[in-house]
C-alpha cells in the first residue's frame, strides 16, 4: 500500500513537471453558470469551498498542468498538496480533485459536468466561464 | 323555574368548560404520543451519535497518521466501537435505517485490526469516505426524527395555541348566546310579571274607586234618608184634612149660608181656624221646600262624588273660587240632622277668611268625613255635655279648617296609623275615611293632621287647604 502512496506522489511530480514546459499561461475555467471570483480558487481546490450558492463544486486537476498550477495559484509543492488533500479526505470524508490528463479532457469535463472547475494550459475556447488567468 | 335556571347554568358551564377540556385532552394524548416516542428514540439516538463520534475519532486518527505515519491503536478501537454501536442499532430494528454503514464499517475494522501505516489508509481512503458519509447518514437519520419529534412538539404547541384561542372563542359566543337568551327569557318573564301586577293594581285601584264611591255616598245617604224621612211625614199627616172639612160644612150649609154664617157657633171659628190652617200650611211647605232642597243639595253631591271618582282616573278636576264658610255650612248641613239626633252640640267659630279655588266636592267629602267620625266619637264616649267645635282660621299659605270634639280621643299607638288604608276603630267602619280624605287633601295641595291628648281626651282634625289648589294655579 505504501507503494501506491509512492507511485501517487510521484506522477503527481511527474505531471508538474511536464506541465510546467507547456505555456507560460494559465487559465481557471468553470462549467457555465459558476460564477466564481478569482480569489475563491484556492479555496476550491482545497475543499475548503465546496458549494456555490446551491451548486455543489466539482474540481479537477489537470496533470499536465497541476505542476504550473500549484506554484502559481496554490504557492505549495505537490508533496504538500497530496498531504493536504489526504488529511482533508479523513477529516472531512471527501474525495480529493480527479486528476485529468490533459487540456482537452479538463475542457470536455468541465462543459458536461454542473459545478465543475478546472485549469488550462491552453486559452480556453470561445464562451468558456474564464474564473482567473495567471 | 329554579330548575329551569339551573339547567341554564348547568349548560353554560358546560359551554364554558367542555370545549377546553376536549382540546387539553387531545393535546395531552399528543403529549403522551410524543413522550413515548422520544423514549424511544433517545437510545437509538445515542447509539448513532456514539457510531458517529467513534467513527470521526477514528477518521481524526487517520488524517493524524498523514503526518505520523501510522493509525494509532485508539483510532482503530473507535473505528470497533463505531462499528458495534451500528450493530446494536441494527439489532434495535433499525437496520432499515443503518442499511450498509454496519457492513461497510465493519469491514473496515476488520481490515484494519491492529492499526495500519498511510500508505494503507491511502489504499482504504475510497471505503473511509464512503463508510464516513454512511455514518453520518445514519447520525443524521436519527437527527432527523428527534428534530421532527421536536417540530411536532412545536407544531403541535402552536395548534394547542390555535385550539385554546378557537375553544375561548367558542366559549365566549356559546356564552353571549345564553346570556342574550337569559336576558331574552327574563325580560319577558318580566314582562308577564310586571302585566300581571298592572292588572292587579288596576282591580285594586277599581276596588279602591269602588270603596270609595260606596263610603262617600253612603255618608251622603245617611242625609238623604233623614231628609225623606222628613219630608213624607209632612206627606202623611196632611193639615188640608181639616179644610176639607170646612169645605163640607159650607157644602151642607150652602142653603142658607147667610144664616149659617150669622147664626151658627161653628161659623164663628171659622175665619181663626182657617188663618191657623193657612199659617200651619206656609210653614210645613217652608219645611217640605228646605228639606228638598237639602235633598237635592245632597243628590247634588252624590252625583258629584260618582262624577269625581269617574274623573280621577282623567286625574281632571274643577277648581272653584269659594267662601269656605259656605263650604263649612254645606258640609254641617249635610250631617245637621243627625248631630241633633244624637244630642251633639255644635258649635261654630269661623274667621273672616279670603275665599280660596278648590274642587268643592273633595273638600266636602273630607268635611262630611271628620264631621261624621266626630258624632261618632262623641256619641261612643256617652258624655252629656257631647260637643263639636268648627273651627276656621287663616293660615299664612291657606286656611285652615278644624273638627274639634270632645268624644272618646285617640289611643297613642293608633295616631301613627290612623291614616293608614283599612285601619278603623269603628264596630262597623272600614278603614277607608281617613285615609280617603288624607289623599284627597294631599291632591287639593294640602293636608290632614290630627291631634288627641290621649284616650277620653277628643280629639281635633285640622284641614290646611292652600289658596289655591294644585289644579288650579295652572288655570
Same mark, same amino acid.
Given at each position: 500500500?505504501?507503494?501506491?502512496?509512492?507511485?501517487?506522489?510521484?506522477?503527481?511530480?511527474?505531471?508538474?513537471?511536464?506541465?510546467?514546459?507547456?505555456?507560460?499561461?494559465?487559465?481557471?475555467?468553470?462549467?457555465?453558470?459558476?460564477?466564481?471570483?478569482?480569489?475563491?480558487?484556492?479555496?476550491?481546490?482545497?475543499?475548503?469551498?465546496?458549494?456555490?450558492?446551491?451548486?455543489?463544486?466539482?474540481?479537477?486537476?489537470?496533470?499536465?498542468?497541476?505542476?504550473?498550477?500549484?506554484?502559481?495559484?496554490?504557492?505549495?509543492?505537490?508533496?504538500?498538496?497530496?498531504?493536504?488533500?489526504?488529511?482533508?479526505?479523513?477529516?472531512?470524508?471527501?474525495?480529493?480533485?480527479?486528476?485529468?490528463?490533459?487540456?482537452?479532457?479538463?475542457?470536455?469535463?468541465?462543459?458536461?459536468?454542473?459545478?465543475?472547475?478546472?485549469?488550462?494550459?491552453?486559452?480556453?475556447?470561445?464562451?468558456?466561464?474564464?474564473?482567473?488567468?495567471? | 323555574?329554579?330548575?329551569?335556571?339551573?339547567?341554564?347554568?348547568?349548560?353554560?358551564?358546560?359551554?364554558?368548560?367542555?370545549?377546553?377540556?376536549?382540546?387539553?385532552?387531545?393535546?395531552?394524548?399528543?403529549?403522551?404520543? #410524543?413522550?413515548?416516542?422520544?423514549?424511544?428514540?433517545?437510545?437509538?439516538?445515542?447509539?448513532?451519535?456514539?457510531?458517529?463520534?467513534? /467513527?470521526?475519532?477514528?477518521?481524526?486518527?487517520?488524517?493524524?497518521?498523514?503526518? +505520523?505515519? +501510522?493509525?494509532?491503536?485508539?483510532?482503530?478501537?473507535?473505528?470497533?466501537?463505531?462499528?458495534?454501536?451500528?450493530?446494536?442499532?441494527?439489532?434495535?430494528?433499525?437496520?432499515?435505517?443503518?442499511?450498509?454503514?454496519?457492513?461497510?464499517?465493519?469491514?473496515?475494522?476488520? %481490515?484494519?485490526?491492529?492499526?495500519?501505516?498511510?500508505?494503507?489508509?491511502?489504499?482504504?481512503?475510497?471505503?473511509?469516505?464512503?463508510?464516513?458519509?454512511?455514518?453520518?447518514?445514519?447520525?443524521?437519520?436519527?437527527?432527523?426524527?428527534?428534530?421532527?419529534?421536536?417540530?411536532?412538539?412545536?407544531?403541535?404547541?402552536? /395548534?394547542?395555541? #390555535?385550539?385554546?384561542?378557537?375553544?375561548?372563542?367558542? %366559549?365566549?359566543?356559546?356564552?353571549?348566546?345564553?346570556?342574550?337568551?337569559?336576558?331574552?327569557?327574563?325580560?319577558?318573564?318580566?314582562?308577564? !310579571?310586571?302585566?300581571?301586577?298592572?292588572?292587579?293594581? #288596576?282591580?285594586?285601584?277599581?276596588?279602591?274607586?269602588?270603596?270609595?264611591?260606596?263610603?262617600?255616598?253612603?255618608?251622603?245617604?245617611?242625609?238623604?234618608?233623614?231628609?225623606?224621612?222628613?219630608?213624607?211625614?209632612?206627606?202623611?199627616?196632611?193639615?188640608?184634612?181639616?179644610?176639607?172639612?170646612?169645605?163640607?160644612?159650607?157644602?151642607?150649609?150652602?142653603? !142658607?149660608?147667610?144664616?149659617?154664617?150669622?147664626?151658627?157657633?161653628?161659623?164663628?171659628?171659622?175665619?181663626?181656624?182657617?188663618?191657623?190652617?193657612?199659617?200651619?200650611?206656609?210653614?210645613?211647605?217652608?219645611?217640605?221646600?228646605?228639606?228638598?232642597?237639602?235633598?237635592?243639595?245632597?243628590?247634588?253631591?252624590?252625583?258629584?262624588?260618582?262624577?269625581?271618582?269617574?274623573? /280621577?282616573?282623567?286625574?281632571?278636576?274643577?277648581?272653584?273660587?269659594?267662601?269656605?264658610?259656605?263650604?263649612?255650612?254645606?258640609?254641617?248641613?249635610?250631617?245637621?240632622?243627625?248631630?241633633?239626633?244624637?244630642?251633639?252640640?255644635?258649635?261654630?267659630?269661623?274667621?273672616?277668611?279670603?275665599?280660596?279655588?278648590?274642587?268643592?266636592?273633595?273638600?266636602?267629602?273630607?268635611?262630611?268625613?271628620?264631621?261624621?267620625?266626630?258624632?261618632?266619637?262623641?256619641?261612643?264616649?256617652?258624655?252629656?255635655?257631647?260637643?263639636?267645635?268648627?273651627?276656621?282660621?287663616?293660615?299664612?299659605?291657606?286656611?285652615?279648617?278644624?273638627?274639634?270634639?270632645?268624644?272618646?280621643?285617640?289611643?297613642?299607638?293608633?295616631? +301613627?296609623?290612623?291614616?293608614?288604608?283599612?285601619?278603623?276603630?269603628?264596630?262597623?267602619?272600614?278603614?277607608?275615611?281617613?285615609?280617603?280624605?288624607?289623599?284627597?287633601?294631599? !291632591?287639593?295641595?294640602?293636608?290632614?293632621?290630627?291631634?288627641?291628648?290621649?284616650?277620653?281626651?277628643?280629639?281635633?282634625? +285640622?284641614?290646611?287647604?292652600?289658596?289655591?289648589?294644585?289644579?288650579?294655579?295652572?288655570?
Amino acid at each position: 500500500m505504501q507503494r501506491i502512496f509512492t507511485i501517487w506522489m510521484f506522477s503527481l511530480l511527474m505531471a508538474g513537471a511536464c506541465s510546467s514546459a507547456v505555456g507560460d499561461n494559465l487559465f481557471v475555467v468553470c462549467h457555465a453558470g459558476v460564477a466564481l471570483a478569482a480569489a475563491d480558487v484556492r479555496d476550491v481546490f482545497l475543499g475548503e469551498m465546496q458549494f456555490f450558492n446551491t451548486m455543489r463544486l466539482v474540481p479537477v486537476d489537470n496533470i499536465e498542468a497541476q505542476a504550473d498550477f500549484l506554484d502559481k495559484v496554490l504557492r505549495m509543492s505537490a508533496g504538500r498538496y497530496a498531504t493536504t488533500w489526504a488529511k482533508k479526505s479523513f477529516r472531512d470524508g471527501i474525495n480529493p480533485p480527479a486528476a485529468l490528463a490533459n487540456d482537452a479532457a479538463v475542457l470536455e469535463f468541465i462543459k458536461r459536468t454542473s459545478g465543475g472547475c478546472g485549469y488550462l494550459a491552453i486559452a480556453p475556447p470561445e464562451g468558456a466561464t474564464v474564473i482567473a488567468k495567471y | 323555574m329554579k330548575r329551569a335556571t339551573d339547567k341554564l347554568i348547568a349548560l353554560q358551564f358546560l359551554a364554558v368548560v367542555l370545549p377546553i377540556a376536549v382540546v387539553l385532552l387531545v393535546q395531552m394524548a399528543a403529549d403522551a404520543r #410524543r413522550a413515548a416516542r422520544l423514549e424511544h428514540s433517545r437510545p437509538l439516538r445515542i447509539l448513532a451519535s456514539e457510531a458517529r463520534a467513534n /467513527y470521526k475519532t477514528f477518521t481524526n486518527g487517520a488524517a493524524d497518521a498523514v503526518d +505520523t505515519g +501510522t493509525l494509532g491503536a485508539q483510532s482503530v478501537k473507535a473505528l470497533q466501537t463505531a462499528a458495534a454501536r451500528l450493530t446494536e442499532l441494527a439489532d434495535h430494528g433499525e437496520a432499515a435505517v443503518v442499511g450498509d454503514a454496519e457492513s461497510v464499517v465493519k469491514d473496515l475494522a476488520a %481490515t484494519l485490526p491492529k492499526g495500519a501505516t498511510l500508505s494503507t489508509l491511502i489504499s482504504l481512503r475510497s471505503r473511509i469516505i464512503e463508510s464516513d458519509t454512511l455514518t453520518k447518514a445514519v447520525d443524521d437519520e436519527f437527527e432527523r426524527r428527534d428534530e421532527f419529534v421536536v417540530k411536532d412538539a412545536i407544531a403541535s404547541a402552536v /395548534y394547542q395555541k #390555535r385550539a385554546v384561542t378557537g375553544a375561548l372563542i367558542i %366559549t365566549a359566543i356559546l356564552t353571549v348566546l345564553f346570556v342574550l337568551a337569559t336576558r331574552r327569557r327574563l325580560k319577558a318573564r318580566l314582562e308577564a !310579571d310586571i302585566s300581571a301586577e298592572r292588572e292587579r293594581s #288596576r282591580q285594586a285601584g277599581m276596588a279602591e274607586i269602588a270603596t270609595n264611591v260606596l263610603h262617600n255616598v253612603g255618608n251622603v245617604l245617611n242625609s238623604v234618608n233623614i231628609s225623606a224621612s222628613i219630608v213624607t211625614d209632612r206627606v202623611r199627616k196632611p193639615r188640608s184634612a181639616g179644610l176639607g172639612k170646612v169645605a163640607a160644612l159650607l157644602q151642607e150649609q150652602a142653603a !142658607d149660608l147667610v144664616g149659617f154664617v150669622a147664626n151658627d157657633e161653628r161659623a164663628k171659628h171659622l175665619p181663626v181656624y182657617l188663618a191657623q190652617l193657612a199659617e200651619h200650611l206656609a210653614r210645613d211647605q217652608e219645611v217640605t221646600l228646605k228639606e228638598l232642597d237639602l235633598l237635592r243639595k245632597n243628590i247634588d253631591h252624590i252625583k258629584e262624588i260618582v262624577s269625581m271618582q269617574q274623573s /280621577y282616573s282623567k286625574l281632571v278636576g274643577v277648581p272653584e273660587r269659594l267662601a269656605v264658610a259656605n263650604l263649612v255650612d254645606d258640609a254641617l248641613r249635610m250631617n245637621a240632622g243627625s248631630f241633633t239626633r244624637h244630642g251633639v252640640n255644635l258649635k261654630c267659630e269661623f274667621e273672616d277668611v279670603p275665599e280660596i279655588v278648590v274642587e268643592k266636592h273633595k273638600v266636602l267629602q273630607i268635611l262630611v268625613n271628620l264631621l261624621r267620625n266626630a258624632r261618632y266619637a262623641c256619641e261612643a264616649s256617652g258624655k252629656p255635655d257631647k260637643e263639636v267645635v268648627m273651627r276656621i282660621a287663616k293660615q299664612a299659605a291657606g286656611v285652615q279648617i278644624a273638627v274639634i270634639d270632645n268624644g272618646i280621643g285617640i289611643q297613642p299607638d293608633h295616631m +301613627t296609623r290612623i291614616f293608614s288604608h283599612g285601619f278603623t276603630t269603628k264596630k262597623d267602619g272600614h278603614g277607608f275615611g281617613l285615609h280617603s280624605g288624607a289623599l284627597a287633601a294631599r !291632591d287639593l295641595g294640602g293636608a290632614l293632621h290630627v291631634h288627641s291628648a290621649g284616650a277620653g281626651q277628643g280629639a281635633t282634625f +285640622t284641614l290646611d287647604l292652600p289658596f289655591k289648589s294644585p289644579e288650579a294655579i295652572y288655570d
